[in-house]
């Protein structure tokens, strides 16, 4: 406990200090909201694993299996609330213009927080690309309709087959999404939360701010791939840990 205290203080001096500071969030901030993850039986959906329906050869497989799993993702989160952790990172960078969120999660809790420059490296269940790719389409619509309809999404400009405009396995990050990413870790703090952090990007920022000479933390439950390299490393649940911090600051 004294050592778990003393890396607090730790963290909570060297953000006070901070004048750019980033954090990189993973599916454990949205945890405590309800948000199920991709891990163990919480990643299960009628007997599929989610690795199994998050690539887009499920989807050309068999779209409306993939549909009706986002369609079910969609009702759970949007019966989530931002929990603490939502809220204090928000709150950071509303105060500093110089803190940026990047996070891995699709379920916009942050975005409802109100948080200010975030990245949403794998994009959003409430945002919709066209699957065919049509020129004309946006890159992106917003679409929160809960629940969805039976018929399968459509794109508006070709009336082909709408997708979820999320990143699945196998496919590449957006450009601008993956360089923003990259500047934020020209910071004086870089903090990864909630995070494996074994997915490219993530693990490969934490590097990056590390040899521009950030001070490197990590929050997580339990111990990562990156708990050794990092400056100070707390166990600990991310609402809880923040929420410390925030009233430490
Ligand atoms: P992950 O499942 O690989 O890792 C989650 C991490 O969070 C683990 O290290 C776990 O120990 C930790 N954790 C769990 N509860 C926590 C808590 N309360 N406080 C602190 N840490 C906690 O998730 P990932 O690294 O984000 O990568 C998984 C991929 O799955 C991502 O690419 C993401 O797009 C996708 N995904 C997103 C969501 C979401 O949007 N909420 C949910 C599931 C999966
Ligand atoms: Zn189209």
């Known amino acids: 406990m004294a050592q778990h205290d003393q890396q607090l203080d730790t963290l909570v001096e060297r953000i006070r200090a901070a004048r750019r500071l980033t954090v990189l969030t993973g599916a454990g901030v949205s945890a405590a909201s309800g948000v199920p993850t991709f891990r163990g039986t919480d990643g299960l959906w009628r007997q599929h694993r989610a690795a199994d329906l998050a690539t887009p050869q ?14 079910w993702r969609r009702e759970i989160v949007a019966r989530c609330r931002p929990n603490r952790a939502h809220e204090v990172l928000a709150g950071w960078t509303m105060r500093n213009p110089h803190c940026r969120l990047v996070t891995q999660n699709v379920d916009d809790l942050h975005v409802r927080a109100g948080s200010q420059r975030l990245v949403r490296l794998h994009g959003s269940i409430w945002e919709l690309s066209c699957w065919e790719g049509c020129a004309p389409s946006p890159r992106t619509w917003r ?43 020209a910071c004086d703090v870089f903090l990864t939360v909630g995070t494996s952090a074994v ?32 400056d100070v490393a707390i166990r600990g649940a991310a609402e809880d840990v923040l929420g410390a911090i925030e009233a430490a600051l």
Do not use: H, K, M
């Open 58 to 71: 499920a989807f050309a497989r068999n779209p409306r299996l993939v549909w009706e799993w986002y369609a």
């Open 143 to 185: 679409d929160e309709r809960v629940p969805l309809p039976d018929a399968l999404p459509a794109c508006p400009s070709c009336g082909g087959l709408a997708r979820p405009a999320v990143v699945w396995f196998g496919e590449s990050l957006e450009r601008d999404d993956v360089e923003a990413a990259l500047e934020a870790t």
């Open 199 to 230: 997915v490219y990007p993530a693990a490969g920022l934490l590097d990056d701010a590390r040899r521009q000479g950030a001070f490197t933390g990590e929050i997580n439950l339990e111990d990562t791939s990156a708990s050794s390299s990092v």
